[in-house]
């Protein structure tokens, strides 16, 4: 697997880097600006970005930006967001595409690398690997309008775990129910989202990011 990396502190950037060549992935370059990002990416673009929110110069929004620009110049472009911070308006849009696997981690509450690798594959793979805090903090201004809000209570847990990235057997041993109980309330959550079965779209997470952008 090949990844490109824009992070701004070069402690993070080389141990990013060490941390995913030992795992057998190959960071085809490891960058601190935007620019340096969408340069990488035009060379040669890899199977997964990892970037952080706030790069240089002004630290403010300048990775996801950049993340978002590479999304439309390379379509289903697998993205990972790795940040201290849950930038809301950039993220939204980020999640908003319809294509290629997405994931938004806390720098601070990835606790193990063995769980980072793990949200770089599903990703990679075109799954999602959402921290809850972000989820959470995304759904704060979020109205009730929409399909969404047609789910019931356990429906809405099942979902809020799928975006996590939780397997039927990770969201059933979480609620303390039986994989059997979660895939009929994955498939009401398809049905009452209108996500037709589909040999190109992967569900799962089309229904992700309908409840991070309608719930």
């Known amino acids: 697997m090949r990844v490109v990396i824009a992070e701004d502190l070069f402690l993070l950037r080389d141990g990013l880097t060490r941390l995913l060549e030992a795992n057998g992935m190959k960071v085809t370059a490891a960058v601190e600006t935007g620019e340096e990002f969408l340069a990488a990416m035009a060379a040669d673009r890899p199977d997964i970005a990892v970037v952080d929110v706030r790069l240089p110069p002004t630290f403010t929004d300048e990775g996801l930006r950049a993340a978002l620009t590479a999304r439309r110049e390379h379509p289903g472009l697998p993205v990972l967001v790795l940040s ?79 975006a996590e990235g939780r397997s039927n057997a990770a969201i059933a041993q979480q609620l303390v129910i039986t994989e059997r109980a979660v895939a009929k309330h994955t498939a009401s959550i398809f049905v009452r989202l209108d996500l037709q079965p589909s040999d190109d779209d992967n569900r799962r997470v089309l229904a992700v990011l309908a409840y991070l952008n309608n719930a």
Do not use: C, W
């Open 84 to 162: 201290q911070f849950v930038e809301q308006l950039y993220a939204r849009e980020l999640l908003a595409g319809s294509t290629g696997g997405i994931g938004y981690l806390l720098k601070d509450r990835v606790l193990d690398g063995a769980s980072f690798i793990d949200a770089i594959q599903r990703v990679a793979q075109g799954g999602t690997a959402m921290d809850p805090e972000v989820i959470t903090r995304l759904l704060t201004h979020n109205s009730s309008a929409g399909p969404v809000s047609t789910l019931s209570p356990r429906e809405r847990q099942v979902l809020a775990l799928m």
